[in-house]
């Protein structure tokens, strides 16, 4: 750039020589206008020089600046207003959109929860309960229950009494078969009337012994003085060595005692399928007007 200003100068002063030949002897006051105009030129030039490598670095505004065509400007930014915030809607996801929907589905069934308690379970519900006392004092408990699988369980009343001690146990074994009732029986030698009942139960593979399922059906049934006879008929044609018949003895709707024992001790005969034997019961005290029967096997 000094080299360029250095030509500028050249330049600038040949002309001068080149004019003042050509127009011979001025008068003083052309000289003088002549230097006054040649000075200002001069400042021109240097000031627009200035201006030009000012505005090619940091582009600040150089005042009292003559712009020349080679000079670089550059404009003061226009005022502008700042528009206020406007507040973003609020937007739902196609994810939460979805979620919502499920939880609200009317027609979708909640799902249902299995209970494991003693009287409802995967396994049975218990739908009837009496308690009484026997001819020589005992209490019993019955639980009647509607089996839905077929399987053993094991099961135990534990008694406490108001100070938190322990008065009674009593257990019973039970083999369910789908659909059809069955019952725990329970014994105790003390008052329970006013115990804290704690049951307890578990399931229970069954034994390789067990025989056919309803494998014996109960034809008939009379009393004659304290014993109760039961005309049973093998229906089955495998009986197991355990299998037993349970009954339940009702006044009303109310059970009032219950009675069981083993085909193989009570009905030996019953040894294929279509023979029949009578089972000899004794039923001294107990005041029924039906019996209801149920097959273990």
Partial sequence: MNKLNIIKRGLFALIMCLSLTLCGCG???QKEDSGTSSAETQQSEDVSYEEVMSGSGDHETVDNTVITDDTDTFSEPQ???EVPAT?????????EENTEAETSTPDEPAEEKTENTYEHNEYYDIVETSSFQ???GYTIVVNKVLAKKDISISSTLLAYGTDGSVIGKSSDDITL???Q???FRYSFEEDISSANIQPNFQAKKESFMKGERNAVEMVQYNQSGSDLYITFEQTGDELGSFAKFKLLFYKGDQ???TEDGYFSIYAENLNGNGTTDVAEIWAYGIDYDRIEYIFEP
Wanted: glycine share 4%; hydrophobic share 20%.
């Fill in 79 to 81: 005022e502008t207003t």
């Fill in 134 to 136: 026997n001819s020589i």
């Fill in 27 to 29: 008068s003083n006051e």
């Fill in 87 to 95: 507040e973003k809607p609020q937007t739902t996801t196609a994810a």
């Fill in 177 to 179: 078969t789908e659909g």
């Fill in 255 to 257: 059970i009032v005692d």
């Fill in 181 to 183: 009732y069955n019952f």
